[in-house]
């Protein structure tokens, strides 16, 4: 003979479930209300997206290989991304840590092997970066060409600038 009868089984499905809501119910009153509080949103203000176009100006020279440090430096820029130039040398995004982007610097480098007539000379867009601003201030930027080399691997004299891209 089972002591399973429906009575009991009822009488034991009957004690689990006040025995669950009792534990439930103590959970939510003895728990810090501090825990049961949604902890408020951190007001940073309106946030926009923007665009810096980075250049190399290799005067004369074929540019094959660059490397440059690109910061901002007051703190309400975030880096999002990183895209490649307009020369079909440097149209591919360039090597950078994407760790480092999380700290508002990366440095960004890229290199090719083709031939001088195939590569960029003059002034030349090697790389956009995409920021996130918080807020209404002007971001400051800092960049610096590190180094800059010819198809022989040769230092070349060139010059870094940049140029934030207006919104339309």
Same mark, same amino acid.
């Given at each position: 003979?089972?002591?399973? !009868?429906?009575?009991?089984?009822?009488?034991?499905?009957?004690? $689990?479930?006040?025995?669950?809501?009792?534990?439930?119910?103590?959970?939510?009153?003895?728990?810090?209300?501090?825990? $049961?509080?949604?902890?408020?949103?951190?007001?940073?203000?309106?946030?926009?997206?923007?665009?810096?176009?980075?250049?190399?100006?290799?005067?004369?020279?074929?540019?094959?290989?660059?490397?440059?440090?690109?910061?901002?430096?007051?703190?309400?820029?975030?880096?999002?991304?990183?895209?490649?130039?307009?020369?079909?040398?440097?149209?591919?995004?360039?090597?950078?840590? !994407?760790?480092?982007? #999380?700290?508002?610097?990366?440095?960004?480098?890229?290199?090719?092997?083709?031939?001088?007539?195939?590569?960029?000379?003059?002034?030349?867009?090697?790389?956009?970066?995409?920021?996130?601003?918080?807020?209404?201030?002007?971001? #400051?930027?800092?960049?610096?060409? #590190?180094?800059?080399?010819?198809?022989?691997?040769?230092?070349?004299?060139?010059?870094?600038?940049?140029?934030?891209?207006?919104?339309?």
């Amino acid at each position: 003979m089972s002591i399973w !009868t429906p009575a009991n089984r009822h009488h034991f499905s009957f004690f $689990c479930f006040n025995v669950l809501t009792l534990l439930t119910l103590l959970t939510l009153l003895l728990r810090p209300a501090t825990l $049961c509080a949604q902890q408020p949103a951190r007001e940073e203000g309106p946030s926009r997206f923007s665009a810096v176009d980075i250049y190399v100006d290799s005067k004369s020279a074929p540019l094959a290989a660059y490397q440059i440090e690109f910061s901002a430096t007051n703190g309400i820029a975030k880096i999002v991304g990183i895209e490649g130039g307009d020369s079909a040398a440097f149209h591919e995004p360039p090597f950078y840590d !994407t760790k480092a982007i #999380q700290h508002e610097r990366v440095i960004i480098a890229a290199f090719n092997t083709a031939t001088a007539d195939k590569l960029p000379s003059g002034k030349t867009r090697i790389a956009t970066i995409h920021l996130q601003i918080t807020g209404d201030a002007t971001p #400051q930027f800092q960049l610096t060409l #590190q180094v800059a080399a010819n198809p022989d691997g040769n230092r070349i004299f060139a010059d870094a600038t940049f140029e934030e891209r207006k919104s339309e």
